[in-house]
Each structure stands twice: as C-alpha cells, then as structure tokens.
C-alpha cells in the first residue's frame, strides 16, 4: 500500500469513528504534513483520493472538508420473518432466466459493476500468484498429474486444514476434496443427500445460484426467511422440519449472501442441535468466512458438529483466486459418496492451480493479503453507505454487514426493483434486483449492491444516478 492511501485510510477511518464530523474541516495541507510527518504531495494525493470516495470535498480558498451526510440516517431493513408468512411452503425453482438477463449486463467492461457477484480482480495479489504457478508446474512430478486427480492436491488440503485447525475445527485431511470452485461443491453435496423432486430448505433472500442449482436438479424449495442482522429464523425452520419431509438445508451462517447477516455463535449451535434432532444434514456455504471485518473470525456450524452431519463448502474465488476456481468441501459422514460422485463428474480442479495455491498459502502471505482486502472492503463499504445517505430516497433501508462486499437496499414499496434495473442499466450502472434472491421473487422493492471495487469519482456519480432514478418513482 502506498504511503498516501495509508494516510487516506486513516483519515477515512477517522471519518467513520466520528472523530471527523460532517461538515468539519479536516486538517490543512500544511498542518497534515506537519503533524503526520508526510510531504504536502502525499497529503494531497490522499485528498484526492478521498474526494474520489466521495468521504470529502474542497471548498473554494477554504479547505477540504468532510462531506455533509444527507440530512436522513438510512436505518436498517425490516426482518424479512416480520414481513411475510412465517409458515414457509414448498416452491417449484424456476429463476434461470432472470438471472441470465442480470448476469449479461456485466459483459459491458464499462458498466458501473454494482451487480457484480465479485470483488476488484484489483485487489487480489494476481503477480504473486502467476509466480506461484510458474514455480508450480516447473516443480511438478509427472506422476502428480493422476495422483491428485480425486481427493486433490494433498499439500493444499494440508493447509486448508491446518486454517481449519486455526478456526477451532479438527478435520482429518481424507475428510476434503478439492473442487472447481465452491459451486461445484455445493453441488456435490446436494446430489449427494437427495434426488428430484425433494424439499430442499433455503434461504429467503437466498444467493441466486443456490435456485439455480436447486431448479437444475428438479429440486423444491422450501423458503426459510432470513433476519438482515441475526440470519436464519429458527422458529420458522424448526416449524418446516416438523411439517415437511427436508431432507437437506443449504444455509450461510456468516456474511450471508446478499444480506450480510451472520449468525451469532449460540445461533449456529442451536442450528446444529435442531438439525441433529431430525437427522437433516446440512450443506453450510462458507465462502465469505475470510472477510469479515473484526478482529475475530466467525466459528462454523461445522465447529459444533458432533457426527458428520454438516458439508462445509468453501472457496478461495472470493477472497484470492476468482479465475482459479479452486473450492473445497469438508464432506463429513457423505465424504465418501462426494467423492465418487465427483470422479464420475468433472475428477478434478486444474492441477497446477491447486499447487500455485497451495504454494501461496504457505510461502506468500496469505493471511497480510486478507488483512488488506478486508480493510479495503470495510473502507469501500463506509463510502457506499455514506453516499447512499446522500442520494437515496429517505426512507430507505440498507443492511450494516460486518464483512464482505454486499448491501441490501430496502427502497420504498413504490419501487420496482426488476425497472430500476433496466433503468440503471440503460445509464451503464447494473445491480441486482431482488426477485433473483427468491424462489418465489419476492423482494421486489429490493436490490444488492457491490461495494467490492475501489471507490472513485465514477462510483459516486453512478449512486448520484440511482438516487435520481429512485425519485421517480
């Protein structure tokens, strides 16, 4: 990190504490380089840079000064639980099509990428990783190629469990399979503990590939509402379990995807005991547990698993290697028949991206990178939350996760999210409406956003533009 984005980040840290209100004038340039013992072009390559964010603004012969927040706090969503039945009903998934209409809007390198179910390809360590691959295949034994086919690369499982071991989890090595990407894990797993037609219990708002997944497998949804702090709604599971035959839950505990939420630690226990209670396995999606924003991670359902009853899919796609597509799952009691299923299916990840990762994980720095892409996230997050504030309608609701790259906006009830899309479009902004997220396409007056790409000048304008769009509604 360059001298002057450290200093952006501690004046932006100091913005978001309150140290800086709206509307105070920060430090002269002058006094900056002074104090903070920097030179007047760094200062000013941070202002800038913090102009871009949208955190300050310059005032004619005055200064810089911290931007006026809109007049209105932008609270919280309303539990999902407390604005639909909380009764849950089985759904035939038929939702490809619409994701297929948002996903092509991201063709466009030019479109604003709030849609986007990635972070910056800028903020991932790419050079380091090349070197890692080069060196990789260099090294390589020929026999490496077959001997790693099913399981995977044994010096990668080796160090995703000694993370998993930091984590609080003892896994045996033989319990992980190496898969392309966290899809294909997900995936497995289901195929693994159903067949078509069966109730499948997701989340509601739910990722958009878990309803692509379950329609693919001529599986049924059963819709579990999800609150936008403390996540899924154990009363309304524990209701379908007694009433419905599941015979598989798919849930993020942490940084659920698109709300954010994550469970605390007695929650997921109690997920586990009620799961354990009626012998439901459960396929917990993980993939967001690197980046949250504390100082301490957040523990696994899979941490309180007593007999194998939980699949624990996770994926380096979000939070190092998205082009890789290197994920895993911790398969539990049903390690065995994912295996199988996998080498009937696609056998194996690449081979030497698995070997370049493994060699990053343990030579490159892994754990310094993590550091810098959640400070990131949480200073990209504090923008889009600030500038919301400012050009948002004022009775808007957006989620305050406390980690990875999304927020929910709950728009008036006036707002057609599905329009505003088409709309935003149509000015090269994209975003993700709510229908997506649901079986049923509900949220309606909904939409995630991506605050994973560095926040500038164009960022701001593209919110600017949103709030235009939504005044006319």
Not at 6 to 29: H, Q
Request: charged share 20%.
């Amino acid at each position: 990190m360059k001298r002057y984005e450290k200093f952006a980040d501690e004046i932006a840290e100091s913005i978001r504490n309150g140290v800086l209100a709206p509307g105070e004038r920060v430090p002269s340039v002058r006094h900056a380089s002074r104090t903070y013992g920097v030179s007047p072009s760094t200062v000013f390559q941070a202002y800038y840079l913090l102009e871009d964010r949208g955190l300050i603004q310059a005032r004619a012969r005055s200064g810089y000064f911290v931007r006026e927040h809109a007049k209105h706090p932008l609270h919280e969503p309303e539990s999902p639980v407390e604005r639909g039945p909380r009764q849950a009903q089985t759904t035939e998934v038929d939702v490809s099509e619409l994701v297929f209409s948002v996903l092509g809007s991201l063709k466009n390198p030019a479109t604003v990428p709030f849609g986007s179910a990635f972070p910056s390809p800028y903020l991932f360590p790419l050079a380091r990783l090349a070197r890692s691959m080069a060196q990789s295949v260099r090294d390589m034994p020929p026999q490496a190629v077959i001997a790693d086919m099913t399981a995977g690369n044994p010096d990668l499982r080796r160090q995703i469990a000694l993370r998993y071991m930091v984590a609080g989890v003892r896994l045996p090595m033989d319990e992980l399979v190496i898969t392309n990407g966290a899809m294909e894990a997900l995936n497995l797993c289901l195929q693994s503990v159903t067949r078509p037609g069966d109730l499948v219990a997701i989340e509601a708002p739910a990722f958009y590939a878990t309803l692509q997944v379950l329609e693919r497998l001529k599986l049924k949804a059963v819709e579990i509402p999800v609150h936008p702090r403390e996540g899924i709604d154990l009363e309304s599971l524990a209701d379908s379990l007694q009433r419905l035959p599941i015979k598989a839950c798919w849930f993020m505990s942490s940084l659920q995807n698109p709300l954010g939420a994550s469970m605390s630690e007695d929650k997921k226990r109690a997920l586990y005991e009620l799961l354990h209670g009626h012998q439901v396995p459960l396929i917990e999606d993980d993939v967001y547990a690197e980046l949250y924003y504390g100082t301490q991670p957040p523990k696994p359902v899979k941490s309180f698993d007593r007999d194998g009853l939980v699949m624990h899919c996770g994926s380096f796609s979000k939070s190092l290697a998205p082009g890789y597509r290197v994920g895993w799952v911790a398969g539990g009691r049903y390690a065995e028949q994912i295996s199988r299923l996998k080498l009937m299916t696609t056998i194996s990840p690449s081979v030497p991206a698995q070997a370049a990762i493994a060699d990053y994980l343990q030579h490159g720095g892994y754990d310094r990178h993590l550091r810098k892409l959640r400070h990131a996230l949480e200073m990209q997050q504090g923008a889009m939350l600030a500038s919301a504030a400012r050009h948002f309608p004022a009775s808007t609701r957006v989620t305050r996760p406390t980690g990875g790259y999304f927020l929910w906006f709950e728009f008036p009830e006036r707002v057609d999210s599905l329009q505003l899309f088409q709309l935003a479009l149509a000015q090269g902004i994209s975003l993700a409406p709510g229908p997506i997220f649901s079986a049923t396409r509900r949220f309606g007056n909904c939409a995630r956003l991506n605050h994973g790409h560095p926040w500038d000048a164009g960022s701001e304008r593209a919110m600017e533009t949103l709030g235009l769009i939504l005044a006319t509604f």
